[in-house]
């Protein structure tokens, strides 16, 4: 099985160079040649299966013939050591809680399977790896927490000066070991151009081994599919039709539920739920692609004026909007909606949801409101109220309890380099590691 570029004018690859290199060199995205579908038995068979061996029954089926089977099923383990609970609200309201990793949002699901994968690569190759992220807030902390103490890799994340919260900032700022932190005084789209530059930049390739972290590389996406069989195995037994809810940025998320969907996963309808940040609403209304620069919404990590993943969602769908319309629906929501969100799920289920999260419910709540309530709704827990406790401890007039893991970091000492959103300056940092 190989991995091509979406774009279609370059070669296609093996997994390996497709995870390493992270972006195909005409700037497409990497997509599998083939989506293998489940085999009829497999979804009696998954009733009877942990989380990690579903999880490996998805990643062999779409990955056979890539990387050996017990190398493939050592790191699924190593990476999906974490549960993904569906809990239940009331009156059809279900979140799926991604956020119980150490960075407490959905995002280590695929930072740990990369970092473990990428491990796996690197581990005969005498050349020190160089893996770029640019983050709008959550993609930093999963992506340090899942590569810190890995040999041989080196992590350089690029964020947003002052548009991501305290504790998120915390997070990528203070583990040190192979974890690097530049401040970008811009904006996310800023901080992902400057990446994608680099990747484009013969100079800097020629001198340094670079790869991404972003939901653009694939072995981001593909752990990402894993709960979304996981959260269909919770529900199946109450024999109703199952929607689900994304509160999407730059698209992965999403990305991977359709590919599952595609394997052969019974979800009735996606939603796609934006903040004002709402191209992709835009387009499922009018069948017109407009990007525009992000605009600063609560639900930050969400906040992406340009979804890279648009790119595989028309892949996925043939560029053929009324395909798309078929799979899923899109809505988007305001701050102001999104904080009486916050407070209605807590005032009538006793539930404490973080912005983005906030946003999911939305979705399926406008979705019952137009399509009726008969089906499990569930929304994706994308990550934990506490990371955003500036917002959700005033909404609430409470005091959220912070996990553990995040507890420790705030104590620790930011270190950064603050940088503008200048290429040249990037590339200079960039050519003196070498
Ligand atoms: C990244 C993120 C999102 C958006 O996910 P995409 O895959 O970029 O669409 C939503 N919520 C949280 C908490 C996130 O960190």
Do not use: W
Not at 108 to 121: E, N, P, Q, S, T
Not at 167 to 177: A, R, S
Not at 371 to 376: F, I, K, M, N
């Amino acid at each position: 099985m190989h991995f091509y570029s979406t774009k279609h004018q370059s070669p296609n690859v093996d997994l390996q160079t497709a995870v390493m290199r992270g972006l195909p060199p005409d700037n497409g995205l990497y997509m599998p040649e083939k989506i293998r579908p489940f085999t009829p038995d497999f979804f009696e068979r998954i009733k009877n299966m942990s989380f990690p061996e579903m999880s490996f029954e998805l990643a062999h089926t779409l990955l056979e013939g890539t990387i050996e089977k017990a190398d493939l099923q050592r790191i699924v383990e190593e990476a999906v050591n974490f549960d993904a609970p569906v809990v239940e609200l009331g009156d059809n309201y279900y979140c799926l809680e991604l956020f119980h990793g150490p960075s407490a949002a959905f995002k280590d699901f695929g930072a740990r399977f990369m970092a473990k994968l990428m491990g796996h690569f690197v581990q005969n190759s005498q050349q020190k790896l160089y893996i770029l992220v640019a983050t709008s807030g959550d993609t930093g902390g999963a992506v340090a927490q899942g590569f810190l103490g890995t040999p041989g890799i080196e992590v350089i994340i690029l964020y947003p000066s002052q548009k991501i919260s305290d504790l998120q900032e915390k997070q990528l700022t203070t583990l040190g070991q192979n974890i690097t932190a530049l401040e970008i005084q811009g904006t996310f789209d800023d901080c992902q151009k400057l990446v994608k530059t680099a990747f484009l930049d013969e100079e800097v390739r020629s001198q340094l081994n670079i790869s991404s972290a972003n939901s653009i590389n694939l072995a981001r996406l593909i752990p990402q599919a894993f709960y979304y069989i996981y959260a269909y195995s919770q529900l199946m037994d109450k024999g109703k039709e199952v929607v689900m809810c994304v509160p999407s940025g730059n698209f992965g998320n999403l990305t991977a539920g359709l590919i599952a969907k595609q394997m052969g996963l019974p979800v009735h309808h996606f939603v796609a739920a934006n903040n004002a940040n709402d191209v992709f609403t835009n387009y499922h209304q009018t069948g017109s692609f407009q990007p525009r620069p992000s605009v600063k919404t609560y639900s930050n990590a969400m906040d992406v004026g340009n979804p890279s993943n648009f790119q595989r969602i028309m892949d996925l769908y043939d560029n053929d909007v009324m395909a798309v319309k078929q799979d899923m629906a899109a809505y988007s929501f305001s701050d102001e909606t999104t904080l009486a969100a916050i407070k209605e799920v807590y005032a009538k289920y006793n539930y404490v949801v973080c912005p983005h999260t906030a946003v999911g419910y939305l979705g399926i709540q406008q979705y019952f409101e137009k399509h009726g309530s008969d089906a499990l709704g569930v929304f994706l827990g994308t990550a934990h109220p506490a990371k955003f406790l500036d917002i959700v401890n005033p909404a609430l007039n409470i005091e959220v309890d912070i996990p553990k893991n995040l507890q420790k970091l705030i104590a620790r000492e930011k270190v950064a380099h603050l940088m503008t959103t200048e290429y040249g300056a990037f590339k200079d940092f960039l050519l003196q590691l070498v």
